[in-house]
């Protein structure tokens, strides 16, 4: 059995596209987390209540984001296999109904990854958001399975065996930005054996008012505290990761001359166990970092999947 968990918070028209884009199973459950969605959407929500019997409505009475969304969902999973979607997506109904069906091949493993394709919700043209990800899955051997393992740090696009989570007490940061990021990486590193299934199942829908575009001193905060987190964790396995967007949010404070949200960046990375020199150093060479990323999302355009 398969528990898919959703998130979600005023997109009632976009939920229901998520939802109508779902095979119809007997083995999969689905978790719509309500976190408080505005008394404008009652009416909708009640209406997709009515046209999904079958999807079960938690309605949180008060906003606490994402991450904690994600959790109360985690507690009413019943699935052997859980896996996430975001409301703002869709799924690949076909290709989704052939990836569950494979469970038997994945007897040994407990994380399983799948593709995505991705596309601009206003124009309908093909979008950044999967070519990360499409491109760690082009690569071979044991690099694919370390990139994945660590740095697909979103949590749509992965199957993961519900005991796993259990047994090492894992959850979502309740933050109010990246509260998936910890979450991701502890799943891959505790996995004992990952398997991959190529097909392409899952469609990341880019909207420019998305909530991870939502820019506020407290949202910078905690990009920094969980970046540096992240990179602390790397260090501490020994695995030859590190985000440098880590000091996006102060070296852009700063620019802009925000001196109290780069003093609290900064603090951020102090408190993470950096260094001031390794932070100063960082922070000038910021700019070529920059241009390593361009070239890199040249390379993930090459393996973008727009069909």
């Avoid at 028209?13 to 969605?37: C, F, K, T």
């Avoid at 047994?167 to 996995?191: K, P, Q």
Wanted: glycine fraction near 6%; charged fraction near 30%.
């Amino acid at each position: 059995m398969f528990t898919l968990i959703i998130p979600h918070q005023n997109q009632p028209q976009l939920l229901e596209r998520l939802l109508r884009s779902l095979p119809v199973r007997n083995d999969l459950q689905v978790v719509v987390v309500d976190d408080a969605s505005g008394t404008e959407c009652a009416t909708q929500l009640d209406d997709l209540k009515g046209a999904f019997p079958a999807v079960e409505f938690v309605m949180l009475p008060c906003n606490r984001g994402g991450g904690f969304a994600r959790n109360e969902g985690l507690k009413r999973a019943k699935g052997e296999w859980v896996f996430f979607a975001d409301a703002d997506d869709c799924f690949l109904t076909d290709a989704l109904d052939g990836l569950l069906d494979q469970q038997e091949h994945w007897k040994t493993a407990d994380l399983v990854f799948f593709g995505a394709k991705s596309v601009d919700d206003d124009t309908g043209m093909p979008s950044w958001r999967a070519d990360r990800l499409n491109w760690m899955m082009a690569q071979e051997g044991k690099v694919r399975e370390q990139l994945l393992r660590y740095q697909h740090s979103e949590p749509w696009c992965k199957l993961v065996r519900r005991d796993l989570i259990e047994r090492n007490g894992l959850a979502f940061d309740e933050s109010l930005i990246l509260n998936d990021v910890r979450f991701s990486y502890c799943v891959g590193h505790h996995a004992t054996k990952v398997m991959v299934d190529e097909r392409v199942c899952y469609c990341v829908c880019d909207r420019q008012r998305s909530v991870g575009k939502r820019i506020s001193s407290e949202r910078k905060k905690d990009y920094t505290r969980v970046m540096a987190e992240a990179n602390r964790f790397f260090a501490e396995q020994g695995l030859p990761y590190r985000y440098k967007r880590v000091y996006r949010p102060l070296v852009f404070s700063f620019m802009k001359g925000e001196w109290q949200d780069a003093r609290t960046c900064w603090q951020e990375l102090r408190r993470s166990g950096e260094s001031a020199l390794s932070v100063v150093l960082n922070v000038w060479l910021y700019p070529l970092w920059l241009i390593q990323w361009a070239l890199r999302k040249r390379a993930y355009r090459r393996k973008r999947i727009t069909s």
